[in-house]
């Protein structure tokens, strides 16, 4: 049996005053993201309610794979940068598809 694949939502609160540094430095993660071998699915969200909210929906085909991901220069450079850009510390929930 092979390994589940993993949905992993991930919020992202900007400063007001960063949102448009946010929303370019969200984007450009989207590129080599999509290039990893065990990314499945990786798109970015905005809110409709409020612009400075944006959600990643991302599918890995494993853990493994995930924290590879986790690992990558340009994903640590984000989260190095967050706190001066975040309003919110980051919001990560791991989820797993239900099966009928």
Request: aromatic letters at 8%.
């Amino acid at each position: 049996m092979s390994e589940q694949a993993l949905t992993v939502l991930a919020r992202v609160k900007a400063r007001a005053e960063k949102l448009q540094q946010v929303e370019k430095t969200l984007a450009g993660l989207i590129g080599p993201t999509r290039q990893e071998p065990g990314c499945i699915t990786y798109t970015l969200h905005q809110s409709n309610d409020d612009p400075c909210v944006f959600v990643f929906v991302e599918v890995w085909r494993s853990q493994a794979d995930l924290d590879e991901h986790l690992q990558k220069p340009y994903l640590q450079a984000f989260i190095a940068e967050a706190g001066e850009l975040l309003a919110e510390p980051l919001d990560v929930t791991l989820w797993h598809e239900v099966q009928p």
